[in-house]
Structure formats: structure tokens, C-alpha cells
Antibody, heavy 122, light 108 residues
């Protein structure tokens, strides 16, 4: 079964750090670009960033609100992607989803995790 | 930054056709995907590359994209189709992915 399972969410104070993990199974993880998408309570989906496959040099891109604060990485030997979040702000409070890009940028995100909740509050 | 605008809500009677629009500058020059999200659940991809349905998505879901507007059409809408729907495109100028503002479909 193709599956993504996020973990690592929790409560953190403003200015703090948190690292999310995304464990993949059931597909060739090393060949897939992995994305993070977040959703604040009652709000829409917001793309956070992505990491491409080794073939594409593990290149990363980030949305403007998180650039310079968040870092996406991956361990292909462990079939796991990570989202390191530093200098967290209250507006980063959201459910964070890990997703797989089905192919090229046109193919959409065809596998989603269940999400992990991040709450930034004092 | 690139924006995709959707109507906040669409209402449809069971068995009728629901039409959800997604507007963006020269959107027809980009590929659009659509996602369905039911309350408390993760999003599900229902259309990719403007018009293609992933395996397992019912034929009543179809898409189109031209000019500045992409459209998701649900023909013969069923109660189970009640959900939030989001369009999404890739902005090559920033290498960023963009989601639309979302549309809540209510089946009355």
C-alpha cells in the first residue's frame, strides 16, 4: 500500500524550532519529488516547499512566507522526508501534510499523508 | 506572486451539474490540477494536467482550461461529492506551486 505518515508535530513557542518527518512506503521514494503543504484551521491549502529526487540533485524550493526559516531534506535510505522549521511564528500554526508529486510538475500530488498539527503559541 | 481565485461556494441539487471555476493570469498556459477535501480528511487528487482523471476517480469529474479560467465540472452530482475543492498550478517564474482559494460545494 502506498502510504505517507507524518510525525513530529506539537506545541512550540514563537521563535522556537520543530522538525517534522514523513515516512514513505509502497513506492520508489528515491525517485519521487516530495512536497509539504499546510492548512491553517478553517483555511485553504498553502504550498510550503518541495525537494526533488536525487536525479534532480535534491533541489529545493520554498514559498515566500517560509523561505529562510524552513528547510526540507530527505534520507532516501530511510524513505523519509523532513521539514525543519526554525524561528516559528504564530502564523505557522497549521496542519502540515507531506505529499508526493506523481511525476513532473504537471501531474499533481497523488499521495497525501494524514497530516501532523503544529501549534505555535506562548 | 501568482494567484488563483475560486468562488467561495457553489450549491447544486443532487443529479445536477456543479461547475467550479479557477481564475488566474494566462492560466490556460499552465497545467491545472484539482483536489477534493472532505471534512477532517486529507486532500485527494481528482484531476491532473487539466483534464485527466487518476485511477479510481469517477467519470463524473471532468476538467478544462482555457484563457484565464480552468473549470472543474461534476456531472450528476452526488451527496458524497459535497466537499471543498482546490485548483492548483505550477508557476514556472518562481518555481512555486500555487493553490486556489478553495470552493465549498454543497449538495442541497
Amino acid at each position: 500500500e502506498v502510504q505517507l505518515v507524518e510525525s513530529g508535530g506539537g506545541l512550540v513557542q514563537p521563535g522556537g524550532s520543530l522538525k517534522l518527518s514523513c515516512a514513505a512506503s509502497g513506492f520508489t521514494f528515491s525517485g519521487s519529488a516530495m512536497h509539504w503543504v499546510r492548512q491553517a484551521s478553517g483555511k485553504g491549502l498553502e504550498w510550503v516547499g518541495r525537494i526533488r529526487s536525487k536525479t534532480n540533485n535534491h533541489a529545493t524550493e520554498y514559498a515566500a512566507p517560509v523561505k529562510g526559516r524552513f528547510t526540507i531534506s530527505r534520507d532516501d535510505s530511510e524513505n523519509t522526508a523532513f521539514l525543519q522549521m526554525n524561528n516559528l511564528k504564530t502564523e505557522d500554526t497549521a496542519v502540515y501534510y507531506c505529499t508526493r508529486l506523481a511525476g513532473s510538475s504537471d501531474y499533481g500530488m497523488d499521495v497525501w499523508g494524514q497530516g501532523t498539527t503544529v501549534t505555535v503559541s506562548s | 506572486s501568482y494567484e488563483l481565485i475560486q468562488p467561495p461556494s457553489v450549491s447544486v441539487s443532487p443529479g445536477q451539474t456543479a461547475t467550479i471555476t479557477c481564475s488566474g493570469d494566462n492560466l490556460g498556459n499552465k497545467y491545472v490540477c484539482w483536489y477534493q477535501q472532505k471534512p477532517g480528511q486529507s486532500p485527494v487528487l481528482v484531476i491532473y494536467q487539466d483534464t485527466n482523471r487518476p485511477s479510481g476517480i469517477p467519470e463524473r469529474f471532468s476538467g478544462s482550461n482555457s484563457g484565464n479560467t480552468a473549470t472543474l465540472t461534476i456531472s450528476g452530482t452526488q451527496a458524497m461529492d459535497e466537499a471543498d475543492y482546490y485548483c492548483q498550478a505550477w508557476d514556472s517564474s518562481t518555481a512555486n506551486y500555487v493553490f486556489g482559494t478553495g470552493t465549498k460545494v454543497t449538495v442541497l
